[in-house]
């Protein structure tokens, strides 16, 4: 932030106190706690919009795809010794579907708690949805995005730069992934 004056941010925490050059106190609010807020404001402001004009359904779905829960690196830690050793909190997918009745055309935002979108997951889910719904879901009309956190397992991507660290591909965190964001959205 101030020249000379970097700290690493604990994850618990919303907060951090540095002090500009002038001495005084400066708080700095995370950007990830910023992007939660325009994010949930965005989702409020979509589903008034669409509560007051009665040409658009919403469907809602959450289910829980916690993936491996102990000797697993955690996706972004790049550390392979440092593992997970159980489950302090459960991880979710969160799918709302929004359709306009009048083309029947619809959208489908999910998102997850994970620390980033892969190619690798996003073309099994939406494999999945084909063989489920047909043509109705495809990468034209499929949103997945991750929540950014560290706090979940590594290993469920395609590309061996972000495998390294979880010493290569982790079937269960994929699969764990894949199951349930496409839950979520057959629940939406």
């Known amino acids: 932030v101030f020249p000379g004056?970097?700290?690493?941010?604990e994850l618990e925490t919303d907060k951090e106190r540095f002090l500009?050059?002038?001495?005084?106190?400066?708080?700095?609010?995370?950007?990830?706690?910023?992007?939660?807020?325009?994010?949930?404001?965005?989702?409020?402001w979509a589903v008034s919009f669409a509560l007051d004009t009665p040409n658009y359904l919403i469907g809602r779905g959450i289910f829980d795809m916690?993936?491996?829960a102990a000797e697993i690196n955690m996706m972004g830690y790049a550390n392979p010794a440092q593992t997970s050793h159980g489950i302090h909190l459960r991880q979710?997918?969160?799918?709302?579907?929004?359709?306009?009745?009048?083309?029947?055309?619809?959208?489908?935002?999910?998102?997850?708690?994970?620390c980033m979108g892969a190619q690798l997951v996003t073309l099994q889910v939406l494999?999945?949805?084909?063989?489920?719904?047909?043509?109705l879901y495809s990468e034209q009309n499929v949103c997945l995005s991750g929540t950014h956190t560290h706090s979940a397992?590594?290993?469920f991507f395609q590309y061996t730069l972000?495998?390294?660290?979880?010493v290569g591909y982790v079937k269960e965190t994929t699969d764990a992934?894949?199951?349930g964001i496409v839950m979520a959205i057959k629940i939406a």
């Open 177 to 179: 992934y894949v199951n």
């Open 20 to 44: 500009a050059p002038d001495g005084k106190s400066v708080t700095v609010i995370m950007a990830g706690i910023q992007l939660q807020l325009v994010f949930l404001f965005a989702c409020s």
């Open 127 to 135: 494999k999945q949805l084909k063989a489920m719904y047909g043509d």
């Open 5 to 9: 004056r970097h700290r690493v941010v």
């Open 162 to 166: 972000f495998d390294i660290t979880s």
């Open 92 to 114: 979710f997918a969160r799918a709302f579907i929004v359709v306009d009745r009048t083309t029947n055309k619809r959208v489908v935002f999910v998102s997850f708690d994970g």
């Open 66 to 68: 916690t993936g491996p």
């Open 153 to 155: 397992p590594a290993g």
